[in-house]
Nanobody, 124 residues
Framework: QVQLVESGGGLVQPGGSLRLSCAHSGSIFRINAMGWYRQAPGKQRELVAVVSSGGSTNYADSVKGRFTISRDNAKDTVALQMNNLKPEDTAVYYC??????????????????WGQGTQVTVSS
């Protein structure tokens, strides 16, 4: 059974940092590009960062220079380091397989089941 478990969210002040982690199971995730998505209330889910199976990265303009995605294939994890957070980064964050060229786009996405996500709230 394939699983995705996201963690690391929380409440942070503007300008602060958080590190999200995603534990995944199933070989389908090891051989595919992986991405972090986010969905704010009342908005479509959007793909904000992608990492290829080999470690190359791609980012949406809205997070470029502030977010860093990485993966550890030995541990089956994907991380998202988020710095200089802004109120507009507030959303539920999810990880899943991703299509490289769709970074910065909004859903829907044909990537199978989703995990429960982790809430990130940026507020003073």
């Amino acid at each position: 059974q394939v699983q995705l478990v996201e963690s690391g969210g929380g409440l942070v002040q503007p300008g602060g940092s958080l590190r999200l982690s995603c534990a995944h199971s199933g070989s389908i995730f090891r051989i595919n590009a992986m991405g972090w998505y986010r969905q704010a209330p009342g908005k479509q889910r959007e793909l904000v960062a992608v990492v290829s199976s080999g470690g190359s990265t791609n980012y949406a303009d809205s997070v470029k220079g502030r977010f860093t995605i990485s993966r550890d294939n030995a541990k089956d994890t994907v991380a998202l380091q988020m710095n200089n957070l802004k109120p507009e980064d507030t959303a539920v964050y999810y990880c899943n397989r991703a299509v490289w060229v769709r970074v910065g786009s909004k859903g829907p996405y044909d990537v199978g089941n989703w995990g429960q996500g982790t809430q990130v709230t940026v507020s003073s």
